[in-house]
Structures are given as C-alpha cells and as structure tokens.
C-alpha cells in the first residue's frame, strides 16, 4: 500500500509536458483518475480475459490494435510474471470501416493479398487455438476479420473478447463475443454511465491511422498514415505508469497460485462504481481535463456525462479528485481469483 501514493505522485509528474498550458488542477485530475479509475478497471478486464481464455484452452490472444494496446501491455506482463502458458500478440488490422486510402479490400486487390500475407505470417491460419481482444463496442470487426480468415482456408472458430459491447454483428452472438462489463443484453445502469470516447481516447494506440501493408525486410508489416497519432507522447507515458501498476500488483500479491482469494462479482461492483461515478458525475476539473481528449484528428470530444444533475453538498461537486485516490483503497484490499465468466 506505501507504494501507491509514489505512483500516482509518478503519474501526476510524468503529465507534465502533456498538461504544460493547463491548470494544475486538471493535471492532477487526469492523473488521479488514470490512476485510480481507469487501471484498475483494465487490470480487472485483463486478468477476466486470460481466466477465461486458460480455461476454454487458447493458447494464443490476439489484442487488435486499437484500444486494446494498453490491455496488450497488461496481459503480457502478467502472464510473464505469473508463469501462464499464453502467448499474446499485438495485431495490427485497419479499423472501422475495413476500407482505407489504399484500397484495403476483403475479396481482392493487392493489399488484400498483402493483409492475408500478414494473417498468415502471424499465425492466425495456424493450429495453435487463440481468441482475439477487440477494441470497439461491436463485433462487426471480428465478423470481417473471421470472414477473410475463412476465405484464407481457416476453418477454426475464432473468438473474442470485449470490455463492452453494446451490439453484436450479424451472425455473431455471445458464443463467439464474450464481453464483460456490458453485453448487448442488460446492462443497461453500466451503459447509461459509460463514454465509449472517453475510453478510446484513453486507451488509444500510440500508432497512426493503418492504411496499408507492405512487405519489408522478408516480413509483411503494417504502413502508417504520415500524420501519424498526435496523442502518441501521452500514450507513452501512460503505457509507462502503466507498468509500474502492473509490477506492483503482480509482486506485491504474488504468484498467480495467491490469486484464490479474489471475489470476482465484489470486483465488478468496484469497477461499476469508478466509471459509473467517473464517467456520470465528473468535477468540473475533471470535465475541463478530458473534454478536449480526441481519438484522432478528426474526431469529436470525448465528453464526459457531466450533465447529470448534481445533489448540493455531493462528493462529485469538486472534491471528487481527492475521492479517486481514496479508490485505491477499495480495489487494493482485494486482490484476487480467476476472474468470472460470461
């Protein structure tokens, strides 16, 4: 526990050159909720996905570029530290929709031919059973990519895995898209108190916009839009506040065999009151701090629901930044089992 105040104290230093030109106030609001809302919630997210992927006998997962960078980061590092026999790759696919400036096409074309190529180099046309970690709040990236791996010669079923979702594509359905803190069915409280831009603002990918393969060096690799990601710096620094929280977690409750104590439903709860509290009734400082995240240049503000009626006297009406480093408290006297299922 006395390590903790030393890594929100790294995290609010480490904004510094992020927040330079901006109050001191929405630094140390963007840092505490960093922190103390959003790791946790990803933590949890990452150790549900590799319970559930250990006993449905993957031996591979495949985090979709995207928002499932910082997740990549989290899985890898547990699965060294706690010994578990999963392999877990970063996989650079287009995103929505599946078309791109150079003609990125399921049927033919060469970039078609150039992103089977890559498929296959991967190992998504092998034997090895794996699931993919997906970004977005639909599966119709998991139903394109499913449907060129078929025409590739897969023949394998392919699943994956979601922080929320909130429809299912054509022809998938929850025995292919396992999600865990909202389904399409329910859910309905998790989903009124949730900024989906908000989340993919923060766990962005520090890469740009993918429009297109190549093949370099005897390898098929992944070609960048030259604008490149404008959030890359913040996303750097957090991928390394990151690690830190990691680190902290994996030595300090040790081996993956100490993780039979954990509560899974109490976890949830926990994870549903930080984003709920977080994303439905944000400080002013915290309003002014995320509100002008963007996913990419194009894209709106990541607003937070800070419309919702606020009571006089409430926590959330400007002391909630101290309220989040208090969060620490709840989540850390908790640490943990395989996660729950579907």
Known sequence: MKRLPRLYECSEHAYGDYMKGRAKGQEEAWAAAYCYVFLPSAFLYVLWVLAHALRCGKRRLYFLSGESYLMYLIAGHVCERWQFPLECRYLYLPGEPWQTAKDIREGSGQQAALLRGYLEQEGLLGEVPYALVCGGWSSGRQKRLCRLLKKAGHRGRTEGYYFGLHSYAEGMGEKL??????APAGGGWKKAFFSRELFDCVF????????GYCVSGGRYVPVFGAEGNPHRKRIETEAAVLLQYAEYYTGDFGSGKDRKGRNPRL???VVTWLLSSFMGFASAEEERAFGSCRTGSGSGPAAL???RPRRKGSRAGGREVE???RNKAVFFCNPG???QGD
């Open 305 to 307: 629901r800070g419309a």
């Open 337 to 339: 089992t395989d996660g």
């Open 177 to 182: 898209c396992h999600a865990w803190y909202f």
């Open 204 to 211: 962005a990918s520090p890469e740009g916009e993918i429009v």
């Open 267 to 269: 976890e949830m709860c």
């Open 323 to 325: 309220g989040r480093k």
